[in-house]
Nanobody, 128 residues
Framework: QVQLVESGGGLVQAGGSLRLSCAASGRTFSNYDMGWFRQAPGKDREFVAAIIWNGNTYYADFVKGRFTISRDNAKNTVYLQMNSLKPEDTAVYYC??????????????????????WGQGTQVTVSS
């Protein structure tokens, strides 16, 4: 079983930056596709970004050009660099892991259902 712990959230003004980290337990980090999702109060959890086993990345339209996902397999850590933050980005951000099983289309990684493990979330608040 994989345990995920997010960190790096906080309060930032619009236009500012934050870097979120997700540390994973175990020794098989490289065998997982990793994703970032976010959820605002009263709303469904939505896809933000993903980086899969081969290093390919995928982004939601609303963060393209502003956010960057990366991973360091040696440190069992995935990152989300968030620049040009907007008040609409305010949410709890969750790290998620999907055990690699087969090849999938890009849309697969945008869904909540494929991910097997989730972190506790870290709050990101963007003020104007």
């Amino acid at each position: 079983q994989v345990q995920l712990v997010e960190s790096g959230g906080g309060l930032v003004q619009a236009g500012g930056s934050l870097r979120l980290s997700c540390a994973a337990s175990g020794r098989t980090f490289s065998n997982y596709d990793m994703g970032w999702f976010r959820q605002a109060p009263g709303k469904d959890r939505e896809f933000v970004a993903a980086i899969i086993w081969n290093g390919n990345t995928y982004y939601a339209d609303f963060v393209k050009g502003r956010f960057t996902i990366s991973r360091d397999n040696a440190k069992n850590t995935v990152y989300l660099q968030m620049n040009s933050l907007k008040p609409e980005d305010t949410a709890v951000y969750y790290c998620a892991a999907d055990r690699v099983e087969s090849w999938h289309s890009a849309s697969y990684y945008q869904l909540v259902q494929p991910y097997d493990y989730w972190g506790q979330g870290t709050q990101v608040t963007v003020s104007s």
